[in-house]
């Protein structure tokens, strides 16, 4: 029996999205850093004014987290199989459905990842160009609040799902 792959199409796309903007994040850096002012906004007001200012080395430090404490560990995580045998949601798991349960939990590590690296990503932008960052801001954060509330609704249907049906089974 052919086993199946353990992330489906969208989820690789998902995380292969967070690694090309990360990647195309550094690489702009890399390429902008000499052109840069040596001092960057570094805080904004919740009006997006700029109320702070760092050296344009924050970039560097920006980076190193985007990409070790967000894109990355977040692409590994989704892989740990060990992690799904013990999902914690705020419904019992009927037998048979802790495959798809899984599922649904690795499509929101994908999306939040996105979502995480795609606000991280445009912070950078805003400190490197001076833009406000309104919308670099607010809309991952609203669009990660959706997700979580449609990934909680796909779970808790999953949870009151008949026992005796396997989604997997075809």
């Known amino acids: 029996m052919k ?12 995380d292969g999205l967070s690694i090309l903007i990360c990647l195309a994040v550094v690489i702009y850096i890399i390429i902008i850093y000499n052109q840069l002012p040596q001092q960057i906004p ?6 997006g004014n700029v109320t702070g200012y760092q ?9 190193f987290i985007m990409v070790f404490v967000i894109t990355l560990p977040m692409c590994v995580l989704v892989r740990v199989r060990k992690l799904y045998t013990v999902i914690n ?7 048979g459905q802790e495959r798809h349960v899984a ?13 995480m690296t ?15 960052p309104g919308i670099f801001v607010w809309l991952p954060l609203v669009l990660l609040t959706v997700a979580l509330a449609v ?10 799902a ?9």
């Open 3 to 14: 086993q199946k792959k353990w992330l489906t199409p969208q989820q690789r796309v998902l």
């Open 42 to 47: 570094s805080h904004y007001d919740a009006l």
């Open 55 to 63: 050296g344009k080395s924050m970039l560097i430090v920006l980076a």
């Open 89 to 95: 949601t705020p419904w019992p798991i009927p037998k």
């Open 103 to 115: 599922e649904i939990a690795k499509d929101f590590l994908c999306v939040t990842n996105l979502l």
């Open 118 to 132: 795609g606000m991280f990503a445009g912070i950078m932008l805003c400190s490197i160009h001076g833009w406000k």
């Open 151 to 160: 990934f909680l609704g796909k779970t808790k249907r999953a949870c009151k």
């Open 162 to 170: 008949p026992k005796d049906k396997d989604p997997w089974e075809t």
